[in-house]
């Protein structure tokens, strides 16, 4: 096997990512390292105003980039995703599927409406980006790399009031190790990135009442008070993690998750 020089490591060029969430928070970080590392990056999020914002807050950085609106939980924007990147960039190389949302609903004031956007955004959203961009990656016939993003709650809850997101998140991790299995022959390795409290905007904001009638509050800050690094982490810390996983840094696993976290579940 030869041994690639420690300078083209973490080069991307000429590779082309999709970052699905990428126009804020953890997406944008990994958007900014990858795009740093040469590839072109594809942002694949669901609200106009904040990628039009993104693009705009990058450009002196000279990256690559393209935006294409999507929900990552309806099949035809995902397939149009696909459609618009190999269009633009001529191939699928990397695929991060960021995208997620949290919001804090305790069992008790839980609807069945809640339950199937969770799952809908979190879960299907990750097997349907996974499926048609690996399809294409097989097509391809040169490998790729999928990366997941999962959560240290697929490992251990961390608050009360998350219990369906950490059931997508558990979702997501059993599904990484299963078509890691699935994709191996085709040279796709499958990985994950289980972040612990990052600082993002939306966990800035999320505070919601802990039971339905009540003014309590749950606060993400509260369980982070037990981190051993007595501090959040930031959207660069995973960005970095997700370029190991992208380049060839990585090149002998699949079907892992990296926990960061600053040591949260040690405790």
Not at 30 to 35: A, C, E, K, N, S
Not at 69 to 82: F, P
Not at 86 to 91: D, L, N, R
Request: aromatic content about 4%; glycine content about 10%; charged content about 15%.
């Amino acid at each position: 096997m030869s041994i690639v020089s420690l300078n083209n490591l973490l080069n991307l060029s000429g590779k082309t990512a999709i970052v699905t969430g990428g126009a804020a928070g953890i997406g944008l970080g990994i958007v900014q390292r990858l795009g740093e590392a040469g590839a072109n990056v594809v942002i694949a999020d669901y609200n106009q105003q904040e990628t039009d914002k993104v693009l705009k807050e990058l450009l002196p950085l000279k990256l690559n980039l393209k935006t294409v609106i999507t929900d990552v939980s309806s099949e035809s924007d995902v397939k149009n995703l696909v459609k618009e990147t190999v269009t633009a960039f001529g191939s699928i190389d990397i695929l991060v599927n960021n995208a997620g949302i949290f919001p804090v609903i305790p069992l008790s004031a839980l609807t069945a409406q809640d339950f199937e956007k969770i799952i809908n955004v979190n879960l299907k959203g990750v097997v349907l980006c996974a499926k048609y961009v690996s399809e294409q990656m097989i097509k391809q016939g040169k490998g790729g790399r999928i990366i997941n993003i999962t959560s240290i709650d697929a490992l251990h809850p961390s608050m009360v009031g998350l219990a369906i997101y950490d059931a997508s998140k558990h979702g997501v991790w059993g599904l990484t190790k299963n078509i890691a299995l699935e994709l191996a022959p085709h040279k796709i390795w499958v990985n994950a990135i289980a972040p612990g409290g990052i600082n993002t905007p939306g966990v800035q904001k999320m505070q919601t009442p802990a039971t339905a009638g009540t003014n309590e509050k749950i606060s993400i800050a509260d369980p982070m008070a037990g981190v051993p690094m007595h501090r959040m982490g930031e959207p660069d810390e995973i960005g970095k993690v997700a370029l190991f996983l992208a380049s060839d840094m990585s090149s002998y696993m699949t079907g892992s998750q990296i926990v960061v976290d600053g040591g949260f579940l040690l405790k």
